[in-house]
C-alpha cells in the first residue's frame, strides 16, 4: 500500500501576518517527516508511476509527498527540509499563477477568512457585497440567500465551523461565476490587500522557480491553469486548459513524458479521464482519503491523505490520531 500525503501552505504561522491562515506550521511540517521517515519509506512519483505498470515494488509503508498550488512557502520552506533529508517531493502549480500574476479566487478567499478573528466579522461584509448587486445579476436579499442555503453549505465539513463552511462554499461554487468573482475581489481589497500583483509574487512561485524546484531533483506535474473544478467544465473547456497549462509547463522543461494531473479540488468525471489518457498522463491525484493500492486503484485515480490525517509528532505510531490542530 501507498501513502500519499497532500500538503497545500507549509509556513511559519505563530508571529506572521496571517496566523490563522490553514497552513500546516513549518515545525509541524518537520516533525511529520521525522515521523514519516521513521515508521515509512519515502518514494519518488518515478517509482509510483513504474509500481503501478507493474514493473517494480513500492517497499512496504511506502509514502509519497506532494504539494498543491505552487505557493512560494514551498520554495522556502519545504524545499530545504526535503533536500537536507534527500527526498523527494512532488510540485503541482497552477500555471494561470505563473503567467499573470493573478490571485485565484480560492487563495483570496484563504486569505480574506485569515484576516479576521472570526468569520461572523466578515458576514455583514458579504450582505453589502452582494446586496449591492442584487437587482444587476437577479439574485435574492443577502437574508433569502442565507436562509435558503445555509444550512445545506454548513454540513460536514472537516476542518471548518459552519460559517466558514457557508462563507467558502458560497464563494468558490453557489453563486454564479461572475457575482462570487466580483464579491470576492472586493472583499479581499478591503481586508487584505489593493495591490495583488505584490500579494501574488509574495504568496506563488515564478517560472524560474518551478525550474529550481526542478533542478533540485523535485518533480513537477499538472493542475490546470486556472485551477477549475473539472467536473463542472465542458470537455472543450477542460481540453483547453489542459492544453494551456501543459504547454507552459513544457516550455518551461519542467514536464516529463510520464506527467501527472493533480486535480483541483479533487474534481474529475470520465471525459476528463478519456482526455488524459489519449494525452498519455501517467497518473492522477485525487483527495479521496486512504490509502492507495496498486493492484486495486486505477493511476488516474491515486487516493491522497491529508496532512493533517497524520500525526505530527516524530514519536508518534503509524495510525495515532492526527495530531495538527486545524
Ligand atoms: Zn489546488
Known amino acids: 500500500m501507498l501513502t500519499i500525503v497532500m500538503y497545500h501552505y507549509v509556513r511559519p504561522l505563530a508571529g506572521s501576518r496571517y496566523p490563522r491562515l490553514k497552513a500546516l506550521e513549518l515545525a509541524a511540517f518537520r516533525a511529520q517527516l521525522d515521523h514519516l521517515e521513521r515508521h515509512y ?8 508511476i513504474a509500481a503501478w505498470r507493474g514493473q517494480q515494488t ?3 509503508q511506502a509514502v509519497l509527498l506532494s504539494f ?4 512560494r512557502d514551498h520554495l522556502e520552506h519545504v524545499l530545504p527540509e526535503l533536500e537536507r533529508r534527500g527526498l523527494q517531493g512532488s510540485f503541482f502549480p497552477c500555471t494561470g499563477t505563473l503567467r499573470d500574476g493573478l490571485i485565484l479566487d480560492v487563495n483570496k478567499i484563504q486569505f480574506v477568512l485569515a484576516s479576521v478573528a472570526s468569520t461572523a466579522e466578515l ?6 457585497a452582494l446586496d449591492k448587486r442584487r437587482e444587476r445579476h437577479g439574485l435574492g436579499t443577502y437574508e433569502d440567500i442565507h436562509r435558503r442555503v445555509y444550512h445545506r453549505l454548513s454540513r460536514q465539513g472537516r476542518f471548518d465551523d459552519p460559517d466558514t463552511l457557508f462563507f467558502k462554499r458560497l464563494l468558490q461554487r453557489e453563486l454564479p461565476f461572475e457575482v462570487r468573482h466580483d464579491v470576492i ?3 479581499f481589497a478591503r481586508f487584505v490587500s489593493t495591490d495583488q500583483r505584490a500579494f501574488a509574487e509574495m504568496l506563488y512561485l515564478s517560472d524560474a522557480e518551478v525550474r529550481q524546484l526542478h533542478e533540485a531533483g523535485m518533480h513537477i506535474g499538472c493542475h490546470g491553469d486556472q485551477h477549475f473544478w473539472f467536473d463542472s467544465l465542458t470537455p472543450e ?4 486548459d489542459l492544453e494551456v497549462s501543459l504547454a507552459h509547463l513544457r516550455n518551461l522543461g519542467v514536464l516529463g513524458d510520464d506527467w501527472v494531473m493533480c486535480y483541483p479540488y479533487g474534481g474529475v468525471d470520465e471525459a476528463l479521464l478519456g482526455l488524459l489518457r489519449q494525452l498519455g498522463c501517467a497518473a492522477g491525484l485525487t483527495v479521496a482519503s486512504r490509502q492507495a493500492d496498486p493492484a486495486r486503484d486505477d493511476p488516474l485515480l491515486l487516493p491522497r491523505l491529508d496532512t493533517n490525517d497524520l500525526p505530527s509528532q516524530a514519536a ?3 495510525g495515532d490520531p492526527a495530531t495538527v490542530q486545524v
Open 41 to 48: 519509506r519515502p518514494v519518488t512519483m518515478e517509482q509510483v
Open 237 to 240: 473547456q477542460q481540453g483547453r
Open 58 to 60: 513500492l517497499p512496504e
Open 185 to 187: 475581489d472586493e472583499l
Open 68 to 71: 498543491d498550488d505552487g505557493y
Open 316 to 318: 508518534a505510531c503509524p
Open 123 to 128: 458576514l455583514p461584509a458579504l450582505a453589502r
